[in-house]
């Protein structure tokens, strides 16, 4: 059998905002956006550069907040330059947390979290 991993699905309660982190904080492209208020919904389709994943944010008009459960841990990218990835994070308006590395190594990872409460993990690129 072959599989492909194609989408990772996240709910978001701001679109805006949620946007706005995904292709202003880091380089993902809306491929494409539908609406369905017929059924109370919208989704947004994201490319990130160099993968073949796709983000799918679901916007739902009647939500209540979403909690992020306790079985998901992180969405992970990779960077080029760490460090600058790192500062422009932590100058945003989005929690960052601060560099680090396994077992107290040379730092080689940070957190971020998103406007929905998703944690990314951002790595440097090897």
Do not use: W
Not at 13 to 35: K, M, P
Not at 47 to 75: C, K, M, R, W
């Amino acid at each position: 059998m072959n599989q492909e991993l194609v989408e990772i699905c996240l709910r978001m309660r701001d679109i805006d905002a949620t946007l706005d982190f995904y292709t202003n904080l880091f380089d993902f492209e809306v491929a494409s956006r539908r609406e369905f208020p017929e059924n109370k919904f919208d989704l947004i389709y994201l490319n990130s550069p160099g993968s073949s994943v796709q983000i799918e944010l679901t916007y739902n008009y009647d939500a209540e907040p979403y909690e992020v459960g306790n079985g998901f841990s992180h969405l992970g990218l990779t960077v080029d330059d760490l460090e600058e990835m790192h500062e422009t994070c932590k100058a945003s308006a989005y929690k960052t947390g601060e560099l680090k590395g396994l077992s107290g190594g040379t730092p080689s990872y940070f957190f971020v979290t998103d406007p929905d409460g998703y944690r990314i993990e951002v790595k440097r690129r090897k």
